[in-house]
């Protein structure tokens, strides 16, 4: 989970100022949590709340993500996200954004099979995104991070988008030139997944889904989880990320790390 959170404050500073190449200085003063961490965070207090009975965790999650997130009007939520956020009655408003995938990555963490793995994603999108759209990319996301963090090879994981979610027939290299900021699952997620696909370590792996410009905190975060989960992540760079949490998501964080250990944690 920790994964996307740094992706997607490695991301914040070029989400509307995008870098075309992988050098650049990965953590600054200028980067920042966003609505993708905050989200990612809601999530996994949803899944800590259940207790392991998951069958309220619909409604489980709705609490959660207006509990986390309602503190942080100006994170960066979408528009029709943010007035569900603030809305006295919140349903589902049929979106395929890409803040469906950005913010599931607990979920693949925490199932332990890929069955379980994909009912919790559709139980914690659901409730925004339930366009088929939203539901595929956060389904893929998902997977993807599922089956990284069992053992899965960088080929097997690309052969399981590629046959039940998008046609990985692309190469970044390929896009970068003319990738514009695309706020979509369709448009986003197999790009992300790309990202770690033809990456080579954690770090490697956030610096291509930068690279390619666009919506980059989201790419990052998406991108970021499912990198966390097949590499790790270095101590380095995992403490320096978490200086910039605030004490609230902080606790979420330590709460979730507690409940469910990593198993990739590097020196």
């Avoid at 404050?9 to 190449?21: H, L, Q, Y």
């Avoid at 046959?163 to 695309?182: A, C, G, H, Q, V």
Wanted: proline share 3%.
């Amino acid at each position: 989970m920790l994964g996307a959170i740094i992706g997607d404050i490695v991301g914040s500073r070029f989400e509307w100022n995008n870098i075309k190449t992988k050098e650049f200085d990965f953590m600054t003063q200028y980067c920042d949590f966003t609505d993708d961490s905050v989200m990612t965070l809601a999530i996994a207090k949803a899944l800590l709340d259940s207790r392991g009975d998951y069958s309220d965790l619909s409604e489980a999650t709705v609490r959660a993500m207006r509990e986390v997130g309602q503190p942080y009007p100006n994170c960066g939520y979408g528009g029709m996200f943010w007035r569900w956020m603030y809305s006295k009655d919140p349903k589902p408003y049929n979106s395929f954004g890409n803040g469906a995938a950005m913010r599931v990555s607990a979920c693949g963490f925490v199932a332990k099979s890929l069955d379980e793995a994909l009912m919790l994603s559709r139980k914690v999108t659901q409730v925004t995104h339930n366009h088929p759209e939203g539901l595929k990319g956060a389904d893929a996301t998902t997977a993807c991070i599922f089956l990284a963090k069992s053992g899965s090879s960088i080929s097997e994981i690309k052969n399981h988008v590629n046959e039940y979610y998008y046609p990985m027939n692309f190469t970044l290299d390929s896009i970068r030139d003319d990738y514009k900021f695309d706020v979509t699952c369709q448009g986003t997620v197999p790009q992300a997944i790309m990202a770690f696909l033809e990456s080579t370590s954690f770090e490697d792996a956030i610096r291509n889904a930068i690279s390619i410009g666009g919506d980059s905190d989201t790419l990052a975060a998406i991108t970021g989880g499912i990198a966390q989960a097949y590499f790790g992540i270095p101590a380095d760079i995992r403490d320096h990320a978490l200086l910039f949490l605030d004490e609230r998501l902080l606790g979420i964080f330590a709460d979730f790390e507690s409940t469910f250990p990593s198993t990739h944690n590097l020196s």
